[in-house]
């Protein structure tokens, strides 16, 4: 027996062991110290900050928090499936609308082949915890079957992004009629986008303007065309207004929420969640083009899918699977950050809808930061955890590791799902090298289909 061959193997043995239990150890402290918001009582508490902060959750589990000024948790509500876009009601400090989904997966009346969803606006009194149900509508399927976005137009009416038909409609929420609506199909080819009729456009966001040169016009956020547009209500889409293209990947990549910021705020300028690129970024319209005049991501930053723009500079964003909801100062310094397990929308109440009252990065003069390194407090950011989640990025597919991480277990991040990848990988090295040695003990042998042939 050769000693050297021996040793050999060994060492690769010991080497598959050490992969498989500093990875086994990874997977075991994300187990342990995940984030949370399966109850009341696991949601963690916040620093204190001017204003009341509301974040609401898509994934793992549907809730919606609301902070009071002081950090403390003013209110709490998990009775829908899935919670998205969240606002501000005028005149009312502390009263917000959301757009929430409910999934049916019984058969009954409301749903005869599940499952099936209930799509609905509801106001609710953070202090008193009265809700009241704006408006609502059933839909046909789960996949892709959600509203995202409501935005109000008056006291009266609200624009809808409907995800199930690929349109944006306007409806008087007293008679429930639509009184305007647009579909992507009159604008875009269905062999574009996402798989049609699945998960085409992919409508995630409306944003109707309220004042400027583009007051009573409605901004649209096609992710899967990888664009944000403008509609006029007679005119239909503004072309020369579109930021993006579809696979323009350097400019944008299946975005979330772009508020726009008027004129009297240093605009025209678009602020947007850059998801799929890990990045938040900001677009100034000048000479009848879209320029980018801001960016910022860090390491830990993984498809962020909100960034409000706040009076005085600061930006708050929703970093989804980097979970947490964090303030950046002009400086690009994250002055507030909170963990939350998987957050879709977070609003500063006082500060107005979205980015209302927030200037443009031109007019503040903001610097694009693009931080190499993570939040030094984050223990999740510690090796070898912050590694795999390193590698998780550079090495796999961003969307692979996104959809995995969005149906995973609530405490399964970036890195948890490299180090499960790891151990399969190794898992199937260490059986696939054991089988050719005890193959190769046995006398028997592989020769390769192909050898060179000696010129004659």
Wanted: aromatic share 8%; with cysteine; glycine share 8%.
């Amino acid at each position: 027996m050769n000693v050297r061959s021996v040793l050999t193997r060994n060492r690769l043995r010991a080497t598959f062991v050490i992969v498989v239990v500093l990875s086994s150890a990874v997977i075991a402290y994300g187990s342990a110290h995940g984030r949370s918001t399966a109850s009341e009582a696991d949601v963690p508490r916040a620093e204190p900050r001017d204003g009341h902060t509301v974040v609401t959750e898509s994934g793992r589990y549907g809730t919606i928090v609301a902070y009071a000024p002081d950090g403390s948790l003013e209110y709490y509500d998990s009775s829908h499936t899935k919670y998205f876009d969240v606002d501000p009601v005028d005149s009312e400090a502390t009263t917000v609308e959301y757009a929430a989904t409910d999934t049916i997966h019984t058969e009954g009346p409301t749903c005869r082949t599940p499952p099936c969803t209930r799509n609905v606006v509801e106001r609710v009194n953070l202090s008193t915890g009265e809700t009241e149900e704006i408006y609502a509508r059933y839909d046909h399927r789960e996949k892709s079957g959600e509203w995202h976005d409501v935005d109000r137009i008056d006291d009266t009416h609200i624009v809808v992004a409907d995800i199930v038909a690929d349109q944006v409609f306007v409806v008087d929420t007293e008679t429930e009629l639509v009184e305007w609506l647009w579909d992507a199909q009159s604008e875009f080819p269905v062999d574009g986008g996402g798989a049609y009729p699945t998960n085409w456009a992919h409508i995630n966001d409306v944003e109707y303007v309220e004042r400027g040169e583009q007051a009573g016009r409605i901004v649209v956020s096609l992710r899967n065309q990888d664009q944000v547009v403008f509609l006029d209500r007679d005119e239909g889409l503004l072309e020369e207004w579109t930021l993006g293209a579809e696979d323009d990947y350097d400019v944008l990549y299946e975005q979330h929420n772009p508020d726009y910021i008027p004129e009297d705020e240093g605009g025209p300028a678009v602020l947007v969640a850059d998801s799929e690129n890990d990045r938040v970024q900001e677009f100034q319209r000048e000479d009848g083009e879209w320029n980018r005049t801001w960016e910022w991501t860090d390491a830990r930053m993984e498809w962020p899918r909100d960034a409000d723009r706040l009076p005085g500079g600061n930006t708050l964003v929703a970093d989804t699977h980097g979970e947490r909801i964090l303030e950046i100062d002009p400086d690009g310094d994250i002055v507030w950050e909170v963990p939350v397990s998987h957050p879709y929308d977070v609003e500063r109440l006082e500060t107005g809808d979205e980015s209302t009252g927030g200037q443009s990065a031109a007019q503040l003069g903001l610097e694009s930061r693009t931080v190499g390194a993570g939040n030094a407090n984050d223990e999740r950011s510690l090796l070898p955890i912050g590694t795999l989640r390193s590698l998780a990025r550079d090495l796999l597919p961003h969307r692979l590791t996104n959809a995995a991480v969005y149906v995973s277990p609530v405490w399964m991040g970036a890195s948890e799902f490299a180090a499960a990848i790891g151990i399969g990988l190794t898992g199937l090295a260490w059986a696939t090298l054991e089988v050719k040695w005890g193959l190769a003990a046995a006398g028997v042998r592989f020769r390769t289909p192909v050898y060179r042939q000696d010129d004659e």
